[in-house]
């Protein structure tokens, strides 16, 4: 099947091990982002599908050729894929026509040209081909260098970090372009970022990278955000609010309501994470946690407050609270506020032992769906 | 210096504030880089001067002679180094950067070791070695039972080729130093990137790395080619008729200092071509860092053939350029012991080793006077005179020597004159002829060292520290004190370091301007092997050697310690890091 | 269409026959969603969740026989795509009318089986393969 395939590579350098039997199949026409800390090994992963990087063990396929095993090694010259580096890497002696063109040898010179031109022209820099790299502005030169990693039309495209040379200004703008570009081009693609917010904006498809460099978590982004199956994947994306409790009743018990714990057994210890957004705030409510409003920060569409809560039996590492609401809400100060969680935000992990995730297992328990 | 007492506890910017405009760039950090960068210029203005005033016949008479004979056999040897330096230089560099191979880490500072020997030192050891009576002629006539010269072809060591041969054992290290930089520092990244778009890695080298290294090569071979035309040593004990050699003759034999100046301006030409070779390498090399990422790299690993060739590769230069010479020069000493260790060596010994050390302080503190003036005083006049008297590197030690000479004889005459009808009272030659023209003469040469790497290290001390100082009531001479000179205190002390090695090895402008029958390591060894004592000047040579392998020490310790992309050192305190900020 | 080709063959014949049965239904789906014919995920999708859900029981029995030692891990990862499969069947509810829903679904769909299902399973690929030398699977 078309696209990359990856089976059980594990990679290290010295003692340390950045890749841990890391699996994925990426399809044509995808783009998937590899989402993970720096120094989890994201980039290698890219630099051994490039062939940059000697495979120590697994196996990688692209459009169903192994082009490296244990034994063997196609080197990347030999691969049909494009890369584009984080800082760029065009060539500063060449022009920008001639970066392009870099790929496209063993044509007539006047073909590779106009292809190197409509390359160009897609991603808007015709009017710069004869200049050099160097007199470019950093999004022009991600421009080039976009369009010089796809001029040979590869079999794979890899990422890495693309925007991160980049304004935060500038950022929105081009990421945008670069994922109609891609999406035109119909290529797979690999991105590989640090940035959640980059990752859920250009992918498809997100592959969180942990620190001990296995795959921890896979799926569309929405499910990434609302489903973390790990602690590590619910906190990549900022600021937590974290109670512990323990499970009674298929609940869990916080200062700011209850949660539930669908099929973790009574009496078990754990964590709940609380998106700031997950905290909800009410004038005059009826119930809710009461609450001291201690500032307010206006971000622009939201707005961030900090809470204290003000219940006696509120344990103190859990008083101050980070809550995310709407910008046009501005708690009114002299009415009494309270909080509540909305259970959508909040996720449960075991704290102590390896944990069991909240839901009852198939080989044990027949599920509904499948007696039926 | 500046008294601090005026300005201290004057509030900071209303000294500047009270001047007017007009004489705002006068005070002492401009008008001493201005006083001095003009002292610096004064022999190589005078040269151009006398050799640009017409007059004499002697020019046309050179030019129908041996003007032509000159300039082909300088182009010669031009291309001759150049080609060898560029080929052993950038070959050992690219082996040594991006293969792995069995010693490639000590080949990594070993391919420096021929820098410690002047050419001269190898130009008499190999004659020793190679000539009719020398010994491996004499085994080849023993082996295959010849008696005659004319029965078989050996070649001549005493020629062009020879000379070229020598310099090229001897100058390849600034080609493999700078081309080496080069290659690791364009990152692996750009052969990667070549590589990902479909080359191997012989196309990725000429496609690439190559073209990319070009900058630091044009400029490893214009310094190469300006040693070359500094060289004296080599081409007068091979007889191989230069420009250098021409203006020595002419100077010396002919008695004419007109025709020398003439041809000293001739050589300038040259040296102005090298000159705007390097400045152009220089500048393209700003363009070619589009990367900032540095990794490891690769390393290809190398089998069989390959992988024999290599290590026989780099084998070759330091062997021929530095442990051959050296053993045999230790060889000679060890039998000639008596012989060569004379009172009189050990007083030459002091001679280079108390000039050598003037004018090293003198260029360290001239340097940093510049250098921070340059910084203080961002006026035109200041950069470009500061600028302007460190050309003095390019431009070879036997037209500075004609032009010391020339313009401290003047200034003699011109004391001697006033003191007479004024005083009655002869002075004489005050200047010429002492130690003061000679370590006048290794200043004006060997001050861009010492300016050049005092100016690179204070560029890397953030503009805040002298606001910090400011602030804090500092004058600028008590921040230099205080602040920058601790800060590049290694950095100088090693500039300092390289004027003196520099000296010690400098022949052309000490035998010219050094005074009567005074001798120094470099003289001695000169004087003795050309007269084919090499056995007698052994030890002195080894001396010459011993101390040229110091910065040679500093520079594999500077290699091994700042390799990008592995440890990166830190940047001491105050000082930026240009790789991390860009 | 997805294919089973070579590097997604574990090599057994009862695992990668039910990998097949699954792929089956993923390509009716992709087949019904590009022939315009999008109403039949509605039924297809439960179809699937059966039969991965069944895949993955026997999967985990075999598992359990032959003393693999990550069985808890493949376990738990199993257990992992439960919300995923409850999007999908919802996505597939709303197929017939919007195609945000069909791209979601059809997308979706193929990672699940290439990446979760088949591509997770080679983690034990090796040691099935070792098992079955000595007569133990």
């Not at chain 1, 976009?146 to 040979?152: D, H, K, V, Y």
């Amino acid at each position: 099947m078309k696209g990359l395939h990856v089976i059980g590579v594990s990679h290290a350098y010295g003692d340390t091990q950045v890749l841990n039997s890391v699996s994925m199949m990426i399809p044509a026409g995808e783009l998937v982002c590899l989402l993970g800390p720096s120094g989890s090994g994201k980039t290698t992963l890219l630099r051994l599908a490039a062939g940059l990087e000697r495979l120590q063990h697994g196996q990688i396929l692209i459009n169903d050729q192994v082009v490296a095993d244990a034994h063997m090694h196609v080197p990347p010259e030999g691969r049909g894929i494009g890369l584009m580096f984080q800082d760029y890497a065009l060539f500063p002696h060449l022009s920008i026509i001639e970066n392009v063109t870099f790929g496209l040898f063993g044509q007539p010179k006047d073909k590779a040209r106009r292809h190197a031109m409509e390359m160009l022209d897609q991603v808007g820099m015709t009017a710069h081909a004869e200049n050099h790299p160097h007199m470019l502005s950093g999004g022009q030169q991600q421009r080039v260098a976009l369009a010089r990693a796809l001029a040979p039309e590869p079999n794979l495209l890899l990422l890495d970090e693309p925007f991160s040379g980049l304004d935060t200004n500038m950022r929105g703008q081009i990421r945008e372009e670069t994922q109609s570009v891609l999406k035109a081009s119909g290529v797979a693609t690999v991105m590989v970022t640090h940035d959640p917010e980059e990752a859920m904006f250009m992918a498809d498809w997100i592959k969180i990278l942990g620190n001990n460099g296995s795959i921890l978590q896979s799926g569309r982004p929405h499910e990434i955000y609302y489903h973390p199956q790990h602690e590590f994947v619910a906190k990549l994306f900022g600021l937590m609010n974290r109670f512990v409790g323990v499970v009674k009743d298929g609940y869990v018990e916080i200062p700011i309501g209850k949660v539930g714990a669908k099929g973790m057994d009574d009496g078990r210890r754990v964590e709940v994470l609380v998106r700031p957004e997950g905290v909800l705030l009410e004038s005059n409510g009826a119930n809710g946690a009461p609450l001291d409003v201690v500032s307010t920060h206006l971000l622009g569409h939201d707005n961030i407050v900090r809470v204290r809560l003000t219940a006696d039996n509120v344990a103190p590492e859990e008083r101050n609270l980070y809550v995310r609401i709407h910008h046009t809400f501005e708690p009114e100060l002299s009415k009494r506020i309270t909080a509540d969680v909305e259970a959508d935000y909040a996720f449960i992990f075991p704290l102590d032992g390896a944990g069991d995730v909240a839901e009852a297992s198939y080989a044990s328990t027949p599920q509904p769906e499948a007696a039926k | 210096m500046m008294s601090e007492a005026t300005t201290v506890g004057m509030a900071p910017g209303r000294a500047a504030g009270a001047k007017s405009e007009r004489w705002a760039w006068f005070n002492v950090w401009s008008v001493g880089t201005v006083v001095i960068a003009a002292m610096m210029t004064v022999p190589i203005l005078t040269v151009l001067y006398i050799g640009l005033t017409p007059g004499d016949e002697i020019w046309s008479h050179l030019v129908s002679t041996v003007l032509p004979g000159y300039i082909t056999t300088t182009l010669l040897l031009m291309i001759g180094v150049g080609t060898g330096t560029f080929i052993i230089g950038v070959g050992t560099a690219w082996l040594v950067s991006t293969c792995r191979f069995p010693g490639k880490r000590m080949f990594e500072w070993a391919l420096l070791l021929p820098m410690a020997m002047p050419a001269y030192v190898i130009a008499y050891v190999y004659t020793d070695i190679l000539e009719y009576a020398g010994p491996v002629q004499v085994l080849l006539r023993e082996i295959f039972g010849w008696t005659l010269k004319r029965q078989y072809w050996f070649p001549e060591i005493r020629s062009l080729g020879g000379a070229a041969s020598m310099m090229t054992l001897v100058l390849y290290p600034y080609v493999y130093l700078l081309s080496r930089a080069a290659f690791m520092e364009q990152s692996v990244c750009m052969l990667e990137a070549s590589r990902v778009l479909g080359r191997g890695p012989w196309r990725s080298f000429f496609t690439v790395a190559l073209p990319l290294a070009r900058p630091a090569i044009v400029i490893g071979v214009s310094l190469v080619l300006m040693e070359t035309l500094n060289d004296f040593g080599t081409v007068d004990f091979f007889a191989v008729g230069t420009f250098t050699l021409g203006i020595y003759d002419v100077w010396l034999n002919m008695n004419n200092v007109t025709g020398a100046a003439q041809l000293a301006s001739m050589l300038l030409f040259f040296v102005v071509f090298l000159v705007l070779a390097e400045r152009f390498g220089r500048r393209n090399q700003r363009f070619h860092h589009t990367t900032s990422k540095y990794k490891a790299l690769p390393g290809y690993e190398l089998k069989g053939w390959a992988r024999r060739g290599a290590i026989i590769g780099c084998a070759l230069p330091v062997v021929f350029g530095f442990l051959l010479p050296a053993m045999v020069l230790a060889g000679y000493a060890v039998i000639h012991f008596k012989e060569a260790a004379n009172t009189d060596v050990l007083g030459y010994a002091g001679n280079s080793v108390m000039l050598s050390a003037l004018a090293a302080a003198l260029a360290l503190a001239i340097g940093i006077f510049m250098a921070y003036a340059v910084r203080l005083r961002k006026e035109r006049i200041v950069t470009f005179m500061a600028r302007f008297a460190s050309l003095g590197y390019a431009v070879p030690g036997s037209v500075l020597a004609v032009g010391v000479l020339v313009s401290l004889g003047a200034m003699d005459n011109g004391i001697d004159g006033f003191m007479r009808r004024n005083f009655s009272l002869s002075t004489g030659l005050l200047f010429s002829g002492t130690i003061a023209a000679v370590t006048f003469g290794y200043l004006v040469r060997f001050l861009a060292l010492s300016f050049g790497s005092v100016e690179a290290s204070l560029g890397k001390v953030t503009p805040s520290m002298d606001g910090a100082a400011a602030s804090l009531g500092h004058t600028p001479f008590s921040t230099l004190r205080r602040i920058h000179i601790p800060l590049i205190r290694g950095s100088a002390l090693t500039a300092a370091m390289m004027v003196f090695v520099d000296c010690m090895k400098e022949l052309p402008m000490t035998v010219i301007l050094r005074p009567f029958n005074f001798h120094t390591l470099a003289t001695y060894v000169h004087q003795y092997a050309s007269d084919e004592q090499l056995g007698a000047a052994s030890l002195a040579a080894l001396g010459i050697v011993g101390f040229g392998i110091l910065p040679v020490i500093v520079l594999s310790f500077a290699i091994t310690k700042s390799r990008p992309g592995h440890s990166k050192p830190n940047p001491a305190p105050g000082q930026t890091n240009k790789d991390q900020t860009s | 269409m997805v294919e089973l080709t070579p590097s997604f063959l574990m090599d057994y014949e009862s695992l990668d026959k039910e990998h097949q049965a699954l792929a089956d239904i993923v390509n009716l789906v992709v087949e019904a969603i590009d022939g315009d014919d999008a109403g039949k995920c509605k039924t297809l999708l439960p179809e699937f969740v059966k039969a991965a859900k069944r895949h993955f029981a026997n999967e985990e029995a075999l598992l359990v026989k032959i003393g693999y030692p990550n069985v808890k891990k493949h376990q738990k990862h199993h257990r992992s795509l439960n919300t995923k499969m409850d999007h999908m069947i919802e996505f597939a509810n709303m197929a017939g009318e919007n195609q945000l829903a069909r791209d979601s679904l059809r997308r979706e769909l193929v990672f699940f089986l290439m990446d979760d299902i088949i591509t997770t399973d080679m983690d034990f690929k090796a040691f099935i393969e070792e098992k079955a030398k000595t007569g133990e699977a």
